[in-house]
C-alpha cells in the first residue's frame, strides 16, 4: 500500500523507524532530505540515515516530516 503518511507523533516515528520507511524532510517549505530512514528520534531532534556515514539531524519543531510513497515496479 502507498503511503504519503505525516509523522508527527512519537508512535509515527518509532513505527517508521522500526519499518525502517524511507521519508521525505522538508524546512520552510522547501524538502532538505529525502530517502534516509529515521534512526533515532526524541523531543528536539530526529536522525535520518541514508548511507553508512550520511547522517542527518534535524530539529523535530522546525521539520515537517513525511513516509515517502512505495514505489512497486511491474
Known sequence: MARNRRLTTDRDFQEAMEGEV????????????????????????????AGVSELAYHPRALCEFFEMKERRGG
Open 22 to 49: 524511507a521519508i521525505r524532510v522538508f524546512q520552510d517549505d522547501h524538502m532538505i532530505d529525502s530517502g534516509g530512514i529515521v534512526i533515532r528520534f526524541d523531543d528536539d531532534t530526529v536522525v535520518t540515515q
